[in-house]
Nanobody, 125 residues
Framework: QVQLVESGGGLVQSGGSLRLSCAASGSGFNINDMGWHRQAPGRERELVASITRGGSTNYADSMRGRFTISRDNAKKTVYLQMSSLKPEDTAVYYC???????????????????WGKGTLVTVSA
């Protein structure tokens, strides 16, 4: 069973920084792309950033230059370093991972997207 668990959210003042982490637990799988999304009250979930297994990154325009995504493949963990935070960054941040789950002894896999339960980031003015 694959689980993604986020940590690092909290309350920070405008202009401050936070680092989010998301660790994948379980066994019998290989992780492809990982990413961070966020959902603010009354708004749809939106992509923050994504990163491939090889380290190529992609950012939403409003986050580029302020947020940095990285990953540690050995630790099955993805990070989001957020700086120059603004009140409009307040949201629940969700980790995602595209995973090949090994389904039999021959090594056949099934591809599936997994999501964490989210961690709340609140930026005060």
């Amino acid at each position: 069973q694959v689980q993604l668990v986020e940590s690092g959210g909290g309350l920070v003042q405008s202009g401050g920084s936070l680092r989010l982490s998301c660790a994948a637990s379980g066994s019998g799988f290989n992780i492809n792309d990982m990413g961070w999304h966020r959902q603010a009250p009354g708004r749809e979930r939106e992509l923050v950033a994504s990163i491939t297994r090889g380290g190529s990154t992609n950012y939403a325009d409003s986050m580029r230059g302020r947020f940095t995504i990285s990953r540690d493949n050995a630790k099955k963990t993805v990070y989001l370093q957020m700086s120059s935070l603004k009140p409009e960054d307040t949201a629940v941040y969700y980790c995602s991972a595209n995973i090949d789950v090994i389904v039999n002894v021959e090594g056949a896999t099934r591809n599936k997207d997994f999501w964490g339960k989210g961690t709340l980031v609140t930026v005060s003015a």
